[in-house]
């Protein structure tokens, strides 16, 4: 069946970097943009980057420019994101997501998130 | 990056119908039929209820519904059940750098 599961969660003390990966199984990953949303304790969800089917055409929230970077690996169905430089605000359920849009004309256009892992759950602290 | 807007609680009986608004700008909602609706119960992954304003995805039920008008669109929930009970989201494709934006989130409480 169509899955998708993280890890690479845990504590890590600011300043510092962590990597989250997702494997994906059950469809054509290279087929698919996939992203990294995020949900702090408590709080609503919050779009964190999307990187589209061949690697090439990725974008990230402006709260993580510069710090976080997602990749992909179609020969290994798996999604990464790069976190660098975390602060106490990165701490969040990080939840790895497939979207069901597509690329038109060098365009990207999210279309519906329908397939969610199940998260993975990082804590930035001293 | 602003969040979409959404009111933060609604509430109804089994039975009735429920609306949730969430009000966008003229470079989110207002501009691409490119909307979707999540549920998301305590403790567990969002989960697709609507795409493209007003589709359903297979398996949900056709009590959930989807409209848009400029910059606001709806998630209309009719014939509640306790089920219903959970947090929802509306989300839009905001173009090429932004991306995606979501809405604060609603609780929907069944009496």
């Known amino acids: 069946q169509v899955q998708l599961v993280e890890s690479g969660g845990g504590v890590v003390q600011p300043g510092r970097s962590l990597r989250l990966s997702c494997a994906a199984s059950?469809?054509?990953?290279?087929?698919?943009?996939m992203h990294w949303v995020r949900q702090a304790p408590g709080k609503g969800l919050e779009w964190v980057a999307v990187?589209?089917?061949?690697?090439?055409?990725?974008y990230s929230a402006d709260s993580v420019k510069g710090r976080f970077t997602i990749s992909r690996d179609n020969s290994k169905n798996t999604l990464y994101l790069q976190m660098n430089s975390l602060r106490a605000e990165d701490t969040a359920v990080y939840y790895c997501?497939?979207?069901?849009?597509?690329?038109?004309?060098?365009?990207?256009?999210?279309?519906?998130?329908?397939?969610w892992g199940q998260g993975t759950t990082v804590t930035v602290s001293s | 990056q602003s969040a979409l807007t959404q009111p933060a609680s609604v509430s109804g009986s089994p039975g009735q119908s429920i609306t949730i608004s969430c009000t966008g700008t003229?470079?989110?909602?207002?501009?691409?039929?490119?909307v979707s609706w999540y549920q998301q119960h305590p403790g567990k992954a969002p989960k697709l209820m609507i795409y493209?304003?007003?589709k359903r995805p297979s398996g949900v039920s056709n009590r959930f519904s989807g409209s848009k008008s400029g910059n606001t669109a709806s998630l209309t929930v009719s014939g509640l059940q306790a089920e219903d009970e959970a947090d929802y989201y509306c989300?839009?494709?905001?173009?090429?750098?932004?991306?995606?934006?979501f809405g604060g989130g609603t609780k929907l409480t069944v009496l």
């Open positions: 990187i589209w089917y061949d690697g090439i055409n990725k």
């Open positions: 997501v497939r979207d069901r849009g597509y690329c038109s004309g060098g365009t990207c256009y999210a279309d519906g998130m329908d397939v």
């Open positions: 989300c839009s494709y905001a173009g090429s750098s932004t991306h995606v934006v």
């Open positions: 003229s470079s989110d909602v207002g501009s691409y039929n490119l």
């Open positions: 493209e304003v007003s």
């Open positions: 059950g469809f054509t990953f290279s087929s698919y943009g």
